[in-house]
Nanobody, 121 residues
Framework: QLQLVESGGGLVQPGGSLRLSCAASGFTLDYYAIGWFRQAPQKEREGILC????????NYADSVKGRFAISRDNAKNTVYLQMNRLKPEDTAMYYC??????????????WGQGTQVTVSS
């Protein structure tokens, strides 16, 4: 069973930080590009960042530039999303996805179930 499991979400105050994790089971992430996405209620899913199998990153959301960063640890079969200086508008369900190929906005083979991030005073 090929699975991606997100973790690390929760409630945080504006200006705070969270680190989300995306762990794979049933397959190795070494040969996959991994993307992070988010979806707020009544809004479309939005691509945030993607990391290639060689470690290069692609940003899809201007609103997170300078605040969010993506990284991967192949030894742990895990990809991370570091989120700093969080804002209320960052509140959303956050998803990770894997594709055996290049980074893209939405063309992925496997998706996680998501982890909720709520930014509120």
């Amino acid at each position: 069973q090929l699975q991606l499991v997100e973790s690390g979400g929760g409630l945080v105050q504006p200006g705070g930080s969270l680190r989300l994790s995306c762990a794979a089971s049933g397959f190795t992430l070494d040969y996959y590009a991994i993307g992070w996405f988010r979806q707020a209620p009544q809004k479309e899913r939005e691509g945030i960042l993607c990391i290639s199998r060689t470690g290069g990153s692609t940003n899809y959301a201007d609103s997170v530039k300078g605040r969010f960063a993506i990284s991967r640890d192949n030894a742990k079969n895990t990809v991370y999303l570091q989120m700093n200086r969080l804002k209320p508008e960052d509140t959303a369900m956050y998803y990770c996805a894997a594709v055996l190929g290049a980074c893209s906005r939405y063309s992925y083979d496997y998706w996680g179930q998501g982890t909720q991030v709520t930014v509120s005073s």
